[in-house]
């Protein structure tokens, strides 16, 4: 919620390289400081337009934690080529990488295990 629009549209996939960048620029607090899951166990709730994305409060559940002092941050944004040989040389030299992709109705209709 923090990141506004420009991580946005989070429930049609999002934009990963804001979210990243996000977190390089403003940080982002410990779960402890703002679970993902409220108190019940249940995530926040679906998406636009039925439900409204949540307010950006930026206090800690624990009003014994400072949100300030609560974050963690990247260290940089980057993309990499799409070409396999250029995501296997990165991986080698920086490690993990995230991957997007878009995905089309027409995975609706394929079978386990492509399919939940």
């Known amino acids: ?5 420009l991580c946005g549209s ?3 996939g999002g934009y990963p390289i804001y979210a990243w ?3 390089a620029s403003h940080g982002v607090v410990t779960e402890e400081c703002d ?13 636009e337009p039925a439900y409204r994305t ?10 014994n934690q400072l949100w300030k002092k609560s974050k963690y941050y990247g260290v940089k944004a980057y993309r990499v080529n799409s070409d396999p040989q ?3 040389a990165e991986v080698y ?3 993990p990488v995230e991957v997007a992709f878009s995905v089309y ?3 609706e209709s394929f079978s386990p295990p492509f399919c939940n």
């Open 35 to 47: 679970p993902y899951f409220d108190q019940t166990g249940c995530s926040h709730p679906g998406c």
């Open 1 to 5: 919620a923090c990141c506004g629009f």
């Open 105 to 107: 109705e027409v995975t």
């Open 93 to 95: 030299k920086n490690g």
């Open 86 to 88: 250029d995501i296997m």
């Open 21 to 23: 960048r996000y977190l």
């Open 54 to 63: 949540p307010k950006c409060v930026k206090k800690c559940v624990n009003g």
């Open 10 to 12: 989070g429930c049609d």
